[in-house]
């Protein structure tokens, strides 16, 4: 479906809600407020059945937890094609020596990709400019087909594209879950008008083979 704009109702609505978390913060409940529930972060290594001598880096920064899952069944879908894949959050930084592929993903927040994996291609330019690299984005909204979707799923990699000019793009439908939101994210999703849903298409997700491998 084409970009929906947030109204000015709503975008007041939303600044409201952005004063009242500074008034919590002023009370004291702070934390209350803002703690995410806890969200699995796994670190997966798969061993292809028949081994290969690529060695693939997936990693992965994720808000509520959906972007793990995606991340984790890309690293299976490889495995099953005989690569062997390590599955990593960027929060552990994990190192690029010994890998031929590396695959970075990230959810998107505010329209663009999550802090950690931003400042993680940075960290890494120079190594990821002599490696095939992938990037994949899990979102919600401009999922259609029509080019104002397209252009806006573009803008998503502002920050970090110009690091890794070469790598291969690729985006999928994400996943909406208030009981994984902080308090104030979930009351600022649903004042927007957000509503849980779970669009991820695991065909597409697993039947995803970046350029290359």
Known sequence: MPA??????????????SVAGATLAGAGLTVAATQTPVIDHPTVTLEGATPMSKRILVTYATRAGSTAEIAAAIGESLAARGYAVDVKPVNEQPAL????TVIIGSAIRIGNWLPEAIEFVKRHQATLSGLPV?????HLRN???????????TAY???????????ETVYFSGKMDFSRLSWLDRMIAKMVGAVETDERDWNQIRGWLPVGL
């Open 4 to 17: 929906q704009p947030i109204s000015r109702r709503r975008f007041l609505t939303v600044a409201g809600l």
């Open 97 to 100: 020596a010994g890998y031929t």
């Open 134 to 138: 992938a990037l994949f984005t899990v």
């Open 143 to 153: 999922t259609g087909d029509d080019e104002a979707s397209q252009t806006a799923r």
């Open 157 to 167: 990699l502002n920050a970090v594209q110009p690091f890794v000019p070469h790598a």
